[in-house]
């Protein structure tokens, strides 16, 4: 009989027991929030594209394709305005979610006026993404709106924290599916940017040609005019009548031995000519070639975040399901991977501060 009460008494003990924290989970909710929105911020500053100013020239591009390519960069950006707007928002709604939960557990399964900041989180996530051009982007219809209403109704009904979980969970997973996809449209708007950019630097100079199109033309030309000159200088030596014949070969202007000796001169003023107007374009050639690579570099880390982020919001519904699961068994969650990918958001996002500070 004693030994019947000692187990009755131990298992009362851990039916009141305590449900474990989660603060983790806001915690990290908070975090991937800001580490997302880093994104946005780092593709608003690289539309704006300040040092296209100093680096577009006279030699490089007219007024008038300046002005027609910054116009488009600002219409990219007015797009990823609206939609970086509903992510942010919507991020909004994943944190207040978190800490709401967060209360729930805290207060051991009931809690009313936590249950209805579940349901207004879950709501007011919805409301972003419904919103222009949010719900084109992702092909959220009226019914597809309809069906994650009733969804979270049947969160608002419910009465403890594993029903409200277990009912949140379907709107949940729509929303780990939609977000991503409005994070793959900013790519595209991130991709737009590049080109646009990329395509300025190599705009048509008056000349026609780009400056770095011209500039590996001049090298080209130097290293052909430099090698005809060693020919030369190298039948002078032996009389190598195959020289000869390879140098009328690859220069008209040489017919004989007499003309190529004549030519000789001709090819080295040529020379110094072509090395002055190299001196001449490269600061503008350095700027350009400098400007193409930090691009390539802004755009690939920029898609770095993006492709983070989404894993991040992959994560974080599958880290809900997992306090779900533990919860039921008064077990502590396991938060390790959103942990860690918040990680890498940040120091993806560090990377971009550096890039464009």
């Not at 403890?160 to 409005?182: D, F, R, S, V």
């Not at 974080?316 to 533990?326: D, G, L, R, Y």
């Amino acid at each position: 009989m004693k030994k019947i009460l000692c187990i009755l008494l131990l298992f009362t003990a851990l039916s009141c027991q305590t449900l474990p924290k989660i603060t983790s989970f806001v915690d990290t909710s908070s975090q991937m929030r800001k580490g997302i929105s880093d994104s946005f911020v780092s593709i608003d500053k690289s539309l704006i594209a300040n040092e296209l100013m100093t680096i577009v020239s006279s030699d490089q591009a007219s007024a008038g394709i300046l002005a027609s390519t910054l116009s488009s960069l600002k219409s990219d950006g007015d797009k990823l305005k609206k939609v970086s707007k509903v992510v942010d928002n919507a991020m909004l709604g994943i944190v207040a979610y978190a800490g709401a939960l967060n209360n729930l557990v805290d207060k051991g399964n009931s809690g009313e006026k936590d249950a209805l900041q579940v349901t207004k989180a879950l709501t007011d996530i919805l409301n972003e993404i419904k919103t222009e051009p949010a719900a084109t982007i992702v092909g959220l219809s009226a019914e597809g709106i309809a069906k994650i209403n009733g969804q979270i109704a049947r969160v608002r009904a419910a009465k403890k924290l594993q029903e409200i979980m277990q009912e949140a969970t379907p709107t949940l997973e729509e929303y780990g599916i939609i977000l991503p996809k409005l994070l793959d449209e900013l790519k595209n708007y991130n991709r737009s940017v590049f080109q646009a950019k990329r395509q300025l630097l190599i705009t048509p100079n008056t000349m026609n040609k780009s400056i770095v199109d011209y500039s590996n033309e001049l090298e080209k030309e130097y290293i052909n005019i430099y090698r005809e000159i060693t020919l030369i200088a190298t039948y002078k030596n032996d009389r190598n009548p195959m020289i000869l014949d390879n140098l009328k070969i690859i220069d008209a202007l040489i017919t004989d031995e007499k003309s190529a000796f004549s030519r000789q001169s001709d090819l080295i003023s040529k020379s110094k000519d072509n090395e002055k107007e190299r001196e001449r374009i490269l600061p503008v050639v350095e700027k350009v070639r400098a400007s193409q690579a930090k691009f390539l570099e802004d755009y690939n880390t920029i898609n770095q975040l993006l492709d983070k982020s989404k894993d991040a919001i992959r994560a974080w519904v599958s880290t809900h399901t997992n306090i779900q699961e533990q919860l039921a068994k008064k077990s502590l969650p396991n938060f390790q991977e959103l942990i860690e990918i918040v990680d890498d958001l940040k120091t993806i996002s560090e990377k971009l501060k550096t890039l464009n500070p």
